[in-house]
């Protein structure tokens, strides 16, 4: 995925004016709603390991686990490709996320390789003609 999986603070400066300061909640509770959305539409479609370009958060990463799901955030594009090639297509919108574009494969692992390492490994492909 190149989607945004995380909450962060502006980069730039963002100014927000109200009229009534009890309406701030509702600004912060958007946003929330906005990343939880995200989370929930990846959800639906039935993926089972979610890897992105971009860096995926603490909330994203407990997410994903509490529901069975592996993720990993800033993944070279390099190995993005790779996996595309092989399983899938990289997705840079949550709108037409669906199984079509899911790839698939047998068994997928991440192996610590030496101390510092971690390789992940899809195998047991289903190659159609």
Known sequence: MNVELELK???E???IRLDDPSKSQSIIDAEWQ???NKLDTIVKSGAKVILSKLAIGDLTT???A???LFCAGSVPESALKRVCNAT???QTSLSDLSKDVLGSCGKFEEKQIGLSQKQMFFTD???FV
Request: charged share 25%.
């Open 88 to 90: 899938a297509v990289t």
């Open 34 to 36: 906005i990343i939880y």
């Open 9 to 11: 603070a502006e980069k």
């Open 66 to 68: 509490d529901r069975g």
């Open 13 to 15: 400066n963002a100014e």
């Open 125 to 127: 492909f289903v190659y």
């Open 62 to 64: 407990q997410y994903f």
